[in-house]
T-cell receptor, first 116, second 114 residues
Framework: AQSVTQLDSHVSVSEGTPVLLRCNYS??????LFWYVQHPNKGLQLLLKYTSAATLVKGINGFEAEFKKSETSFHLTKPSAHMSDAAEYFC??????????????FGTGTRLTIIP | KAGVTQTPRYLIKTRGQQVTLSCSPI?????VSWYQQTPGQGLQFLFEYFSETQRNKGNFPGRFSGRQFSNSRSEMNVSTLELGDSALYLCASSLGRLNTDTQYFGPGTRLTVL
């Protein structure tokens, strides 16, 4: 079955320390992968996307993610957390729907808390 | 350039009623997708419209329907509302199809069914 799994529902890091948000996917072919962020009471914003080009993808606000096909992972990282990074993060995979078309499937989300 | 706008922002309905939500995409964008976000189920894809045609559909009952107009504006309709339909409904637009172009999300419409 095709799926996307965010391994941590909640991550807490201190300001200035690295951030790692983990995402694994299951797909029968090479998918497109995305990370979105949702701040409280705001809409979703695209952080970065992977579409079979370079495996290391750089996004906005200093975030980056590495596509590892052998591990079926697409983990999101940032070298130094900032208070403004506190939000909900969603790993999103482009997978086949029951109709044979592609659709976006969202992970359950990881809430990132930044400790001052 | 104005972002994706959704109206209304908040809506309260009772069971059995129907509701229509509206989404205006970014100017020039031809694809509009709809999502439902609930605490229990998370974010789920409803459907995608491109050039006035439904191109993709998620696993939702037929009570959920939509359409897209020639100006790319889209509406989503939910008939015979159930308590479980209470959710934040998000719409997103992109220049091309949702899997090839970046999607831009609106602020959502929060629907409460009593």
């Amino acid at each position: 079955a095709q799926s996307v799994t965010q391994l941590d529902s909640h991550v807490s890091v201190s300001e200035g320390t690295p951030v790692l948000l983990r995402c694994n996917y299951s797909s029968s072919y090479s998918p497109s992968l995305f990370w979105y962020v949702q701040h409280p009471n705001k809409g979703l914003q695209l952080l970065l996307k992977y579409t079979s080009a370079a495996t290391l993808v750089k996004g906005i606000n200093g975030f980056e993610a590495e596509f590892k096909k052998s591990e079926t992972s697409f983990h999101l990282t940032k070298p130094s957390a900032h208070m403004s990074d506190a939000a909900e993060y969603f790993c999103v995979v482009s997978l086949l729907s029951n109709f044979g078309n592609e659709k976006l499937t969202f992970g359950t989300g990881t809430r990132l808390t930044i400790i001052p | 350039k104005a972002g994706v706008t959704q109206t209304p922002r908040y809506l309260i309905k009772t069971r059995g009623q129907q509701v229509t939500l509206s989404c205006s995409p970014i100017s020039g964008h031809r694809s509009v997708s709809w999502y439902q976000q609930t605490p229990g189920q998370g974010l789920q894809f409803l459907f995608e419209y491109f050039s006035e045609t439904q191109r993709n559909k998620g696993n939702f009952p037929g009570r959920f329907s939509g359409r897209q107009f020639s100006n790319s504006r889209s509406e989503m309709n939910v008939s015979t509302l159930e308590l479980g339909d209470s959710a934040l409904y998000l719409c997103a637009s992109s220049l091309g199809r949702l899997n090839t172009d970046t999607q831009y999300f609106g602020p959502g419409t929060r629907l409460t069914v009593l």
